[in-house]
């Protein structure tokens, strides 16, 4: 029998340990509990319905409620539910590799598959150091990401992660990272008024880094495309094209994070595709099933698997789950849907009517930036529009985890307010989502922010 919603409540609050959710909120209020999904939609269990902004996790690209998916899921959970890419190899993790590596661009042909974004961080920073030792470079350890940028949660992620106050508790973290800027051209610290000498900059920044570590000792360097954490800061033109100049001048290989931008977030099949420039190594999870089972990889170039094809070699490394058969059809599926309903298409085709949609906020003042790719906003807040001032550590605890998260979610929208660069708020919908869409999203963030602007 299921639970009814006040056993819920009380078995959430006394059992389920939420993940980066201060649990003390829950003494005082209900936890919200969502009960089903239908295309952009998701209902809670009291009956509300709200508009999923978020994709759940920038993850459900196809909308909620696909029965294909779950029947795909289904079909293979009866044939075989489950055995290890560990020495064997089942048809769907087979298919899904190929299938990928034909997506993927230039000569990323190999596919390691996770359970997750965290640990296909995780084994593109071992490949990386395990390659290095194959090819004679053993002091190539060191990994080099950006600020505010986030990674992932488990030690090797969470180490390569720029988010401060999420690393405290943990330290000491795994040694050999250190953080570049990243591409918040809102707030420059140079070239304020020069975006493509902002980016040459940023860019730059990382040769500098590469020098000051020893270059011989550096590994990798962890990009996403559009950096989610700190407000979807997106590349500046020819910032990738100099980075990629950079990695190889120093022999440093280039891993583009595309936990959250690839399978159609950005209207490509991945981030790198967008903005033109080839990587040695891609991380992807969230939309590479839409969420209906969970999968993550690591998609890796030719040269970077050639010293473990020969002898007794190999990549000493595996998970239980990596390239599970249900979640491989589960993938298999969720392509197919993108392709059938021609959703990276579709996404480029409304990504302006999204942008135009959301910059009709400018007028507010508590709008400060608008910024973003695909279906993949944020818009930074700001206390005074003229001088950019932002909120203090206080103020920005009251506005977004005092009212606008609430505010937003009674108002029926899911979506996020973040505060771990400068306070934004962010959107990433289903892909299947439209104008009319759009529109709901500004018309609750026209009241809400509206009345946020007069509580500061
Ligand atoms: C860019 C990026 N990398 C890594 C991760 C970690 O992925 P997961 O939460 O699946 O471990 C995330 C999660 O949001 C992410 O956005």
Redesign the pocket.
């Known amino acids: 029998m299921p639970l009814e919603p006040e056993q819920l409540q009380e078995a959430a609050k006394r059992h389920l340990w939420m993940h980066f959710t201060r649990m003390g909120t829950y003494a005082k209020q209900d936890v919200p509990v969502i009960v089903k999904g239908d295309g952009p939609w998701v209902w809670d269990s009291t009956g509300k319905r709200y508009l999923d902004g978020l994709s759940g996790?920038?993850t459900v690209q196809v909308g909620h409620g696909r029965r294909e998916l779950a029947e795909a899921a289904a079909r293979q959970a009866s044939e075989l539910a489950y055995f290890p890419v560990w020495g064997y190899a089942h048809p769907g993790a087979i298919e899904l590799a190929e299938r990928l590596s034909e997506l993927a661009p230039g000569d990323i042909n190999r596919v390691f598959f996770t359970s997750?974004?965290?640990?296909a961080?995780d084994s593109a920073w071992k490949l990386a150091r395990q390659y290095f030792k194959a090819v004679g470079q053993p002091k190539r350890i060191k990994a080099i990401s950006r600020q505010i940028a986030?990674?992932?949660?488990s030690m090797g992620?969470l180490s390569i992660t720029g988010v401060e106050a999420i690393k405290k508790p943990f330290e000491p973290l795994v040694p050999g990272t250190s953080r570049v800027p990243n591409t918040d051209f809102y707030r420059a610290p140079v070239h304020g008024d020069d975006l493509v000498a902002f980016g040459r900059w940023a860019a730059d920044q990382i040769a500098v880094r590469i020098e000051a570590e020893g270059p011989d000792t550096v590994a990798a360097v962890f990009l996403?495309p559009v950096q989610?954490a700190g407000g979807c800061l997106t590349p500046p033109p020819g910032y990738f094209e100099r980075v990629r100049e950079i990695c190889d001048h120093y022999g440093v290989l280039l891993v583009s994070?595309e936990?959250?931008c690839a399978f159609g977030r950005l209207g490509h099949w991945f981030g790198a595709d967008r903005y033109g420039y080839q990587p040695d190594m891609i991380?992807v999870?969230?939309g590479m099933t839409s969420g209906y089972s969970p999968m993550?990889a690591l998609l890796a170039s030719d040269r970077l698997i050639e010293p473990f094809l020969k002898g007794t070699a190999l990549f000493a490394h595996g998970l239980t789950f990596g390239g599970h058969p249900v979640s491989s059809a589960v993938a298999l599926a969720n392509l197919a849907i993108f392709e059938d309903e021609k959703l990276l298409g579709h996404v480029r085709s409304n990504e302006e009517a999204f942008r135009s949609s959301l910059r009709s906020l400018d007028d507010l003042p508590i709008v400060g930036d608008l910024r973003g790719d695909g279906y993949f906003y944020g818009i930074e807040l700001v206390k005074d529009k003229a001088t950019r001032e932002t909120f203090n550590d206080e103020e920005s605890e009251r506005l977004l985890r005092g009212f606008l998260s609430p505010a937003l979610f009674e108002a029926g929208l899911v979506c996020r307010s973040d505060d771990r660069g400068d306070p934004v708020v962010q959107f990433a919908p289903p892909l299947i989502c439209e104008q009319e869409h759009f529109d709901i999203i500004v018309d609750i963030l026209r009241d809400v922010l509206g009345r946020a602007a007069s509580l500061i």
Not at 116 to 119: A, D, F, N, Q, T
């Open positions: 996790l920038f997750g974004g965290s640990e961080v986030y990674h992932g949660a992620a996403e989610n994070d936990i959250i991380t999870a969230k993550g």
